[in-house]
């Protein structure tokens, strides 16, 4: 009977001692992985508390394209950027359900350059993005429509299971900060980007030629986000940042596409393509990986240029003379040009 | 469904729950959907050769216990009048009549066998493939174990036909013991004296057959996913690169730490699932890299394939009548120690030679089995001369050093001989063999070149410890299993069970990034 007892508990024990190192190691290897900037842009908008006017959906057009700070600082206009890499649609969508769950935003802005994408491009951008939000029925859908066929479900509740591999690459720091909660390293979503590498001029390479329209896969999504805007009342403005790479490429007929559902729609497309002149980019000094993405310059041109739109022509309200707002985004607004630099 | 996979492991827990809360008369029903189930996801048209050969194999055995209860009445019937010539003379041709109804079932089961195996390379006139797939155009199929439960299926009918097993009358019963789940993907190739009874018998909860089936099973586990997949890309990497010199003889180490994790882990996974549900499948490895001798190691080696060729072909060769006349023949022309030898090798070779193509219908494996039956023959010939070694120097001779090299030399010649299957050409097996007589590259694997094969130094580590943790398991498992002992010391048992779990978890070679999870013997010999 003792004997038994002892099995028993010892069993148990084991049980235990199993299922704690799985979550530990998976912790400590998980957070190894994401030992990256760009694994934590989604993160810090679980701890804002305050209301946004507009909160910015898409990929990394969205989150080193559009800067809140100088939204607030010239128009007034209280924002958030919910923006991560490689964001596929149906992240976006999953992202948009999770965030009016929390919020009512007078506008979602979404950049529509992740249309182009039929299926996940890339399991490990797509965990970044996923693994970065907080658990809920969003995230489990979004997780859902992201994985790709290789992957399995339960990767996700034990990262180990996906992670298990970088074991001989941990070092001390890793175990001790398994459980730490990663600072907010964005600016209400902005990831900043100071240095400038401007574009090649020299470089003669055209775009390849357009394969097909955009997937039905994203435009169905694009349908999901723009029935749910309507039925929270919120107005969903499509936009496209501008780039000057070929790589990402957005074609005119992909404008046309969007130009016309817009249209259908009811609703308020901008790209920002051909737009240089008016936004006063200059590649040059605008970019930081040769007119790929903007750097915080050309973010600040841009949001400028945009930030205009919202106020004159979708009437969003000017927060700057409401005392307990400003106090709250004239601190951000510091922390924002403190990593700048100067102000 | 590959056992190396969280959908097995959730099916078999599943399972297990429901088979024992199920009333115990129903228990074998449980087991067969859950065998069904198990090889649905193998897919619709696999499904169709298994039940062809429960079908095939089901009337097979009917027909033979139908003639059998018939043979018995006559015999019965006319005892009194029927002189014991007649009645011998009636027997013979009533079982010459078994015999013919025995040969259908097989030709039929054999035909559908090499209709998946063999027919495409046939029709591509290629001897170069070695998986159970047919392709014709866009019609290619894979079908599951077929090599098994068509072993299986012939083994029992034979069986019948030799009166040494019962006959199954029902046949969804019949259909269960071709088709247990574990034993579909890489065997063990089990008997109707193995199995049959076992799976009608019904069977409580048992701890302690629980707790050792889920300890073998971590432990396939981890000798497949820490040990063999672990070291898999080694050996990829000097087969694509054509590596020769002491790369070669790096190859044929390393393939064979992969082939016996892979191989004994799979089987572990197998009999450990089996013993979870109460049944005891007959074990297919009896600790082979102890071997003494090729024939020692063929009988340690997977065994049940090696019982089922020598009783199944083997022994009915050796005593066909043209043997005898062989051996007739030889004694006449060759000398009577030759001429009694004569039929036994000749036996032998063809035994080996179908083994050979068993594994796939290539020439590699041709030369594979062909090399095993050469080696097993002349080892057979100087017998006598190592008995006059033994007699001269016993002392010597049960020395542990002298034991320890003779186990070392059959590892390193059975090393040698299944490097065909890495290479697939046997040319090409030949000439890298060759380079390491003239390619004296040594030095390079210590200065850095070992880590050049895709596998980096930590990795090594956790290999050797997994090798070093093995061959401590087979040592300590001579009496009995170590599981066993084990059970005996719960907190020990439980700790080992729990790091076992972690050290899978952890250095395991599978999920995304790793490739090679799907077993050697359940992939490319079904």
Same mark, same amino acid.
């Given at each position: 009977?003792?004997?038994?007892?002892?099995?028993?508990?010892?069993?148990?024990?084991?049980?235990?001692?199993?299922?704690?190192?799985?979550l530990?190691?998976?912790?400590?290897?998980?957070?190894?992985?994401?030992?990256?900037?760009?694994?934590?842009?989604?993160?810090?908008?679980?701890?804002?508390?305050?209301?946004?006017?507009?909160?910015?959906?898409?990929?990394?057009?969205?989150?080193?394209?559009?800067?809140?700070?100088?939204l607030?600082?010239?128009?007034?206009?209280?924002?958030?950027?919910?923006?991560?890499?490689?964001?596929?649609?149906?992240?976006?969508?999953?992202?948009?359900?999770?965030?009016?769950?929390?919020?009512?935003?007078?506008?979602?802005?979404?950049?529509?350059?992740?249309l182009?994408?039929?299926?996940?491009?890339?399991?490990?951008?797509?965990?970044?993005?996923?693994?970065?939000?907080?658990?809920?029925?969003?995230?489990?859908?979004?997780?859902?429509?992201?994985?790709?066929?290789?992957?399995?479900?339960?990767?996700?509740?034990?990262?180990?299971?996906?992670?298990?591999?970088?074991?001989?690459?941990?070092?001390?720091?890793?175990?001790?900060?398994?459980?730490?909660?990663?600072?907010?390293?964005?600016?209400?979503g902005?990831?900043?980007?100071?240095?400038?590498?401007?574009?090649?001029t020299?470089?003669?390479?055209?775009?390849?030629?357009?394969?097909?329209?955009?997937?039905?896969?994203?435009?169905?999504?694009?349908?999901?986000?723009?029935?749910?805007?309507?039925?929270?009342?919120?107005?969903?403005?499509?936009?496209?940042?501008?780039?000057?790479?070929?790589?990402?490429?957005?074609?005119?007929?992909?404008?046309a596409?969007m130009?016309?559902?817009?249209?259908k729609?009811?609703?308020?497309?901008?790209?920002?393509?051909?737009?240089?002149?008016?936004?006063?980019?200059?590649?040059?000094?605008?970019?930081y990986?040769?007119?790929?993405?903007?750097?915080?310059?050309?973010?600040?041109?841009?949001?400028s240029?945009?930030?205009?739109?919202?106020?004159?022509?979708?009437?969003?309200?000017?927060?700057?003379?409401?005392?307990?707002?400003?106090?709250?985004?004239?601190?951000?607004?510091?922390?924002?040009?403190n990593?700048?630099?100067?102000? | 469904?590959?056992?190396?996979?969280?959908?097995?492991?959730?099916?078999?827990?599943?399972?297990?729950?429901?088979?024992?809360l199920?009333?115990?008369?129903?228990?074998w029903?449980v087991?067969?959907?859950?065998?069904?189930?198990?090889?649905?996801?193998?897919?619709?048209?696999?499904?169709?050769?298994l039940?062809?050969?429960?079908?095939?194999?089901?009337?097979?055995?009917?027909?033979?216990?139908?003639?059998?209860?018939?043979?018995?009445?006559?015999?019965?019937?006319?005892?009194?009048?029927?002189?014991?010539?007649?009645?011998?003379?009636?027997?013979?041709k009533?079982?010459?009549?078994?015999?013919?109804?025995?040969?259908?079932?097989?030709?039929?089961?054999?035909?559908?066998?090499?209709?998946?195996k063999?027919?495409?390379?046939?029709?591509?006139?290629?001897?170069?493939?070695?998986?159970?797939?047919?392709?014709?155009?866009?019609?290619?199929?894979?079908?599951?174990?077929?090599?098994?439960y068509?072993?299986?299926?012939?083994?029992?009918?034979?069986?019948?036909?030799?009166?040494?097993?019962?006959?199954?009358?029902?046949?969804?019963?019949?259909?269960?013991?071709?088709?247990?789940?574990?034993?579909?993907?890489?065997?063990?190739?089990?008997?109707?004296?193995?199995?049959?009874?076992?799976?009608?018998?019904?069977?409580?909860?048992?701890?302690?057959?629980?707790?050792?089936?889920?300890?073998?099973?971590?432990?396939?586990?981890?000798?497949?996913?820490?040990?063999?997949?672990?070291?898999?890309?080694?050996?990829?990497?000097?087969?694509?690169?054509?590596?020769?010199?002491?790369?070669?003889?790096?190859?044929?180490?390393?393939?064979?730490?992969?082939?016996?994790?892979?191989?004994?882990?799979?089987?572990?996974?197998?009999?450990?699932?089996?013993?979870?549900?109460?049944?005891?499948?007959?074990?297919?490895?009896?600790?082979?890299?102890?071997?003494?001798?090729?024939?020692?190691?063929w009988?340690?080696?997977?065994?049940?394939?090696?019982?089922?060729?020598?009783?199944?072909?083997?022994?009915?060769?050796?005593?066909?009548?043209?043997?005898?006349?062989?051996?007739?023949?030889?004694?006449?022309k060759?000398? /009577? $120690? !030759?001429?009694?030898?004569?039929? &036994?090798?000749?036996?032998? *070779?063809?035994?080996? %030679?179908?083994?050979? #193509? =068993?594994?796939?219908?290539?020439?590699?494996?041709?030369?594979?089995?062909?090399?095993?039956?050469?080696?097993?023959?002349?080892?057979?010939?100087?017998?006598?001369?190592?008995?006059?070694?033994?007699?001269?120097?016993?002392?010597?001779?049960?020395?542990?050093?002298?034991?320890?090299?003779?186990?070392?030399?059959?590892?390193?010649?059975?090393?040698?001989?299944?490097?065909?299957?890495?290479?697939?050409?046997?040319?090409?097996?030949?000439?890298?063999?060759?380079?390491?007589?003239?390619?004296?590259?040594?030095?390079?694997?210590?200065?850095?070149?070992?880590?050049?094969?895709?596998?980096?130094?930590?990795?090594?580590?956790?290999?050797? /410890? $997994? !090798?070093?943790?093995?061959?401590? &398991?087979?040592?300590?498992? *001579?009496?009995?299993? %170590?599981?066993?002992? #084990? =059970?005996?010391?719960?907190?020990l048992?439980?700790?080992?069970?729990?790091?076992?779990?972690?050290?899978?978890?952890?250095?395991?070679?599978?999920?995304?990034?790793?490739?090679?999870?799907?077993?050697?013997?359940?992939?490319?010999?079904?």
């Amino acid at each position: 009977m003792k004997k038994r007892i002892i099995r028993i508990i010892s069993f148990a024990l084991a049980l235990v001692a199993v299922i704690g190192a799985t979550l530990y190691l998976g912790a400590v290897l998980q957070d190894a992985r994401l030992d990256n900037r760009e694994g934590h842009l989604l993160c810090g908008y679980y701890d804002t508390t305050d209301p946004h006017d507009v909160i910015f959906i898409g990929d990394c057009e969205v989150y080193e394209g559009f800067v809140p700070a100088t939204l607030f600082e010239e128009y007034g206009i209280t924002s958030f950027v919910r923006g991560s890499s490689q964001q596929t649609v149906w992240q976006s969508y999953h992202i948009l359900e999770e965030t009016l769950e929390r919020e009512t935003p007078k506008a979602v802005v979404f950049n529509v350059l992740a249309l182009h994408y039929g299926k996940t491009p890339s399991e490990s951008i797509s965990r970044m993005s996923l693994e970065d939000m907080e658990w809920s029925k969003q995230k489990i859908d979004a997780i859902r429509a992201s994985m790709t066929e290789e992957e399995s479900f339960l990767s996700y509740f034990l990262p180990i299971l996906r992670y298990h591999s970088r074991w001989s690459e941990l070092d001390s720091d890793d175990f001790k900060h398994a459980f730490d909660k990663h600072a907010d390293i964005t600016h209400q979503g902005y990831l900043m980007q100071t240095h400038s590498d401007p574009v090649d001029t020299s470089d003669t390479r055209q775009p390849e030629a357009m394969l097909e329209a955009l997937p039905e896969r994203a435009i169905e999504y694009l349908d999901k986000m723009t029935a749910l805007c309507k039925e929270k009342g919120v107005e969903l403005i499509l936009v496209k940042a501008p780039t000057n790479s070929i790589r990402y490429y957005w074609y005119p007929e992909w404008d046309a596409q969007m130009v016309a559902y817009a249209e259908k729609n009811g609703l308020a497309y901008y790209s920002m393509i051909g737009k240089d002149e008016e936004i006063g980019l200059d590649w040059s000094k605008d970019t930081y990986d040769k007119g790929l993405h903007l750097n915080v310059y050309g973010a600040e041109k841009v949001t400028s240029y945009f930030g205009k739109i919202l106020a004159e022509d979708h009437g969003l309200t000017d927060h700057r003379g409401d005392s307990a707002i400003s106090a709250i985004w004239e601190e951000r607004i510091n922390s924002y040009y403190n990593e700048r630099g100067e102000k | 469904m590959n056992f190396a996979s969280f959908g097995f492991l959730a099916f078999l827990a599943i399972l297990t729950l429901v088979y024992f809360l199920v009333p115990k008369k129903v228990q074998w029903i449980v087991l067969l959907v859950g065998s069904v189930v198990f090889y649905a996801f193998a897919g619709f048209v696999g499904f169709f050769f298994l039940l062809f050969a429960i079908v095939i194999s089901f009337v097979t055995v009917q027909i033979l216990g139908k003639r059998q209860a018939a043979l018995k009445k006559y015999l019965e019937d006319t005892k009194e009048t029927l002189t014991k010539d007649e009645r011998k003379a009636y027997r013979a041709k009533h079982k010459n009549g078994s015999l013919l109804v025995v040969c259908i079932g097989i030709l039929l089961l054999t035909a559908s066998l090499v209709y998946v195996k063999y027919l495409s390379g046939f029709i591509n006139s290629s001897l170069s493939f070695g998986s159970g797939a047919i392709s014709f155009g866009s019609l290619a199929i894979e079908v599951m174990g077929i090599s098994y439960y068509t072993f299986i299926s012939i083994g029992y009918m034979i069986d019948v036909y030799r009166e040494k097993a019962a006959v199954e009358r029902n046949f969804f019963r019949h259909a269960l013991f071709v088709s247990f789940f574990p034993q579909l993907a890489m065997g063990p190739i089990s008997r109707y004296a193995d199995t049959g009874e076992q799976l009608k018998a019904t069977h409580s909860f048992d701890a302690k057959e629980s707790w050792c089936g889920l300890l073998r099973i971590l432990w396939g586990f981890f000798k497949k996913l820490v040990v063999a997949d672990a070291i898999a890309p080694t050996i990829g990497y000097i087969v694509s690169e054509k590596l020769g010199g002491i790369y070669f003889i790096l190859l044929c180490l390393f393939y064979s730490i992969r082939i016996y994790g892979d191989f004994t882990g799979g089987i572990d996974i197998v009999l450990g699932s089996a013993q979870i549900l109460g049944i005891k499948l007959p074990e297919n490895f009896n600790r082979p890299f102890s071997s003494k001798s090729t024939a020692e190691y063929w009988n340690r080696w997977h065994m049940t394939m090696g019982n089922w060729f020598t009783n199944y072909i083997f022994y009915p060769l050796s005593l066909t009548k043209s043997m005898q006349k062989l051996s007739k023949w030889g004694r006449a022309k060759l000398g /009577v $120690g !030759i001429g009694k030898r004569l039929p &036994v090798y000749t036996a032998t *070779i063809i035994t080996w %030679l179908a083994t050979g #193509l =068993w594994h796939g219908f290539a020439w590699n494996f041709v030369v594979w089995g062909l090399l095993n039956g050469v080696v097993i023959l002349i080892s057979q010939e100087l017998n006598p001369l190592y008995e006059k070694f033994r007699a001269r120097f016993p002392k010597l001779w049960h020395s542990a050093p002298y034991q320890s090299f003779m186990a070392v030399r059959t590892f390193l010649l059975m090393s040698l001989i299944r490097v065909f299957d890495c290479y697939c050409d046997v040319p090409l097996t030949f000439d890298r063999f060759f380079s390491t007589f003239y390619t004296f590259n040594i030095g390079e694997i210590f200065n850095g070149g070992l880590l050049e094969l895709n596998v980096s130094l930590t990795q090594y580590i956790v290999i050797a /410890v $997994g !090798i070093v943790v093995m061959m401590i &398991v087979s040592r300590l498992s *001579i009496k009995k299993p %170590l599981r066993e002992t #084990l =059970w005996e010391k719960p907190v020990l048992g439980n700790a080992i069970m729990a790091l076992l779990c972690i050290a899978i978890l952890v250095f395991g070679s599978y999920g995304l990034g790793f490739d090679a999870s799907a077993f050697i013997y359940g992939g490319t010999f079904n």
